[in-house]
């Protein structure tokens, strides 16, 4: 369990070192077209991406939202002020300038050098996770203390919630993947499904602080991901590699002159963190865009009736439903399917020549 704990913090580290280079963040102000029709498509990116504040809500033409720290260093100096100086792109401040258009759009630039400073800045993804950090060590600290102070009494409150969910994790995932050795894996496994079973849940809350799309940015799923490659090449015993550069069984004229299964086994390496990445990544996103996609179709069919938006809203309404209980069993399945598929691939890597 501490072990765990350690991990969820090195995993915070890695991934708050990643969102340096993820900067198409920024908060759509431009809500309509000149004759103010719904941007659909805008509305939805505008949620799913990352920004420098945490938008909460509008009234009428003013924007409501929670200010987060802008962080720069640029050529040496260590900059930083509140989002709020930018008023949502719209202003300059100390030199700098929130892109709204373009290519660049969501970065932040010098507007005297023209150039695009090193970017640290709290973002309302990086402030999530650091909501999450702190819930995780809460909840895991508090249940370790209870194992610590009655190890021999039946399980109360939170530890009783979760004490199941981390007894699958043991006996299902690690044991029946890993075999023997799987003690060593255990609390890597626990932290990323705990870490990802929690944010993908948070994500389905639609009001602050809750409702980012942690595990729907793909610097998340690739940090985990690089975690889990890590390890797998790392930990990999003589019989692995051995499969990977002279696969036994496989034809000789498959491995010489031209290497072509060492090749594919090699490639292989690469695409299994990957897929792990774009798995999780990608059926996260696309269950905010479902649900946003028929909110929408409220709007689109109230501008042609009212009468019509009105009827179309029941159905929205009770498939948006639908989908949110659906992502529900999704947030469990995705956490299930990356920790399964990393113990498998460090059971791999250990697995003895048989």
Do not use: C
């Amino acid at each position: 369990m501490q072990r765990s704990l350690l991990l969820t913090i090195l995993f915070s580290l890695a991934i708050l070192m990643s969102f340096g280079s993820d900067k198409t963040k920024l908060h759509e102000e431009e809500k309509a077209v000149a004759e103010e029709e719904l941007n659909t498509g805008a509305m939805i990116i505008d949620h799913i991406i990352d920004h420098h504040d945490w938008h909460i809500m509008d009234i009428g033409d003013k924007a409501i939202s929670v200010p987060l720290p802008v962080i720069l260093i640029d050529n040496g100096n260590f900059v930083v002020f509140m989002s709020s100086k930018f008023e949502h792109g719209h202003a300059t401040y100390k030199g700098y300038k929130l892109e709204i258009e373009g290519d660049h759009k969501g970065k932040i630039v010098n507007t005297e050098t023209g150039e695009y400073p090193l970017d640290l800045s709290i973002t309302k993804n990086v402030f999530a996770l650091l909501l999450s950090i702190m819930f995780l060590l809460w909840v895991f600290i508090s249940i370790a203390n209870r194992y610590k102070r009655n190890p021999n009494t039946s399980p109360k409150g939170l530890q009783s919630l979760l004490e199941p969910l981390i007894i699958f994790v043991r006996d299902d995932i690690a044991k029946d993947s890993i075999g023997e050795k799987y003690e060593k894996y255990l609390p890597y496994l626990l932290t990323i499904f705990f870490f990802i079973f929690f944010n993908n849940l948070f994500g389905l809350i639609p009001f602050f602080p809750f409702g980012a799309n942690l595990t729907g940015n793909i610097a998340i799923t690739g940090v985990l991901a690089v975690f889990t490659f890590i390890i797998t090449t790392v930990v990999g015993n003589k019989n692995y590699w051995v499969h990977i550069v002279n696969t036994p069984g496989v034809p000789w004229w498959l491995k010489f002159p031209v290497p072509l299964m060492p090749i594919v086994e090699i490639m292989g390496l690469f695409t299994k963190p990957f897929v792990l990445m774009v798995r999780l990544f990608a059926n996260m996103t696309a269950g905010h865009i479902i649900v946003l996609g028929f909110i929408s179709l409220i709007f689109i069919f109230g501008k042609m009736s009212v009468g019509l938006g009105y009827g179309v809203s029941i159905v929205s309404v009770g498939f948006s439903v639908f989908m949110i209980i659906l992502d529900l069993l999704v947030s469990f399945i995705q956490a299930y399917v990356f920790t399964l598929l990393s113990a498998l691939y460090f059971g791999m890597a250990t697995e003895e020549h048989h």
